[in-house]
């Protein structure tokens, strides 16, 4: 082994962090000669192709590519040897980069996954117990409505009857006018609201898959 070699060996390699810092050291030398070749050969309009200044851009871009793959043994990225063509060309080709693994950021992950699968679930229990539930309340409220106008009218009765006594004569109470349509409202209400607490499950899961057709429609456009 002659004693070049055995120094290059006992020397300590440049270490470089990425793939980028080299990319970007030898962009910078480029940038760098292509400022200086336009300050000696600034470039005129109207000239057409300078056949001087190509050719002295291309000895120069040719002593960088020499410079860097001299320079390349003696470099490293991340402790692994660096391949001097891979950085060399024009429009070096673009490296997947990985990001190192988290274990707090895949946690993270899991829990956000969880809960997500928490307000699905939610979301489902209340499309099932909601329109149920709105049904019942008004029921409620109209069963309540009812009974306070019967209320209002055994009121009235009494009244009148008391009245009636004071005066001697005989209490006569007719159905109130249009008993029966009321009634047969109160029915109809009841019978709506029953096929309403019935049927509305089904149209809100039509209506979401609807939106869901309609969102993977407008995605694919």
Avoid: W
């Amino acid at each position: 082994m002659d004693q070049d070699s055995a120094a290059s060996q006992a020397q300590r390699k440049i270490e470089l962090q990425s793939p980028q810092d080299l990319a970007y050291l030898v962009a910078k030398v480029r940038g760098a000669a292509a400022a200086r070749i336009n300050e000696a050969f600034p470039h005129v309009p109207g000239q057409g192709e300078d056949e001087l200044r190509n050719q002295i851009e291309s000895l120069v871009n040719e002593y960088i590519d020499k410079t860097f793959t001299l320079a390349a043994p003696n470099l490293s990225i991340n402790g692994l040897p660096v391949s001097s063509t891979e950085y060399l060309s024009p429009s070096p080709a673009t490296r997947d980069t990985h990001e190192p693994f988290d274990a707090r950021k895949r946690q993270r992950v899991a829990e956000l996954i969880s809960q997500e699968e928490k307000l699905l679930e939610e979301v489902a229990a209340l499309k099932r117990s909601v329109p149920g539930k709105a049904a019942d309340e008004q029921a409620a409220r109209v069963r309540d409505a009812i009974r306070r106008d019967e209320e209002m009218v055994e009121a009235c009765r009494a009244a009148v009857a008391v009245e009636a006594g004071k005066e001697g004569g005989s209490l006569r109470v007719d159905r109130l006018e249009r008993q029966d349509g009321v009634e047969a409202g109160f029915r109809g209400a009841v019978e709506a609201l029953g096929r309403l607490k019935r049927d509305m499950p089904s149209a809100v899961a039509k209506m979401e898959r609807a939106r869901v057709a309609g969102e993977y429609v407008l995605d694919a456009k």
